[in-house]
């Protein structure tokens, strides 16, 4: 399965195409399998970009459209939804922000204004439901029945030991290359930072456009693009001190998602985050991580507040854990999902 993904994957690139989504639908489903099967509910494939969900009890089923479709998906919906299921749309992205980003590279945005010219229109009249993490995606879609659906915690960590180790203060920046222009922002503080404590350690996931704003080093890592399933086990091995997400505050980086909040949970960090629709609603300035300004002083600022108190690092990476859990809770994630597709009435 994970090769077959793969090489569809691959195979989407060459062509121009949207690739399948795997982390959105990891994230938003994969994760929550053992609570819906809790529910009675079980999910499968049911087209590249479609999951069908079943309720064995009930049998209720309905189809979860996730981010975009084929044009043989959208004939599977066009018979599903001639049957009488329920067709939800699940999309954790303002594409109609992306397109009009231009610090986003024109191949990118070229990919999602091809799947809004050619695939949306005929999308929107077979869904019943959106799900999206971000009020700003919910009210381009407001004609739908709209719900505000996060993504799941990644079971976060409970061991915190390498605060107690002498080791270097390891800072993490998992965005990637859609964040580039958000890392170079804030770029000259982060390198001044590194100067001037020595036992500071970067790794970034921007793997050569890393390579042209900050050279590897003793203090900088670059890691390279991983498909999903490697990324994510890499991530779950992973311990860092410091997450850093300063993004910019800007139209599609509002419309995102909690995610680096959990992703920074999972690795037993405590975050660096500006204000972006996202962090504001999940982070509690001081008590579940920070909350900066974007901008290059401010984000010097936090990294050696943060990395001369390990105590307090561990602290706030302990409350961003509990926080994470909160906003991510599975069972009210799954709930939340079946009932709204309708698969829990009798």
Known sequence: MILRD????????IRGRPKRALPTMYHYVGVLTDDLSELGVTVRRAGKHILKLSHGETGHTAFLVVRYTTDTDLTLLQEVAGRGHRIGYLIDDDMWAMVADTDLSEDYRNRVRHFLDTHVTRLM???????APSHQILARMSDKACVKLDPAHLSPVSDLDHFAKPDPVRIVFLGTSTHRSDFRGVLPGVRAALEADQALHLTT????????LIPSGPQVRHIGDMFFPRFQTWLSRQRFHIGLAPYAPNPVNDGRSNLKFHQHAMVGAAGIYTRTAPFVEAVRHEATGLLVDHAPEAVQAAIASLAADRNRMRDLAKAQISRSRELGDHATLAR???GTLGLLQE
């Open 336 to 338: 939340l999902l079946c």
């Open 6 to 13: 793969f090489l569809s994957s691959t195979l989407d690139h």
């Open 205 to 212: 996931l921007l793997g050569k456009s890393g390579e042209a």
């Open 125 to 131: 009249p077979l869904i019943g439901t959106v799900y």
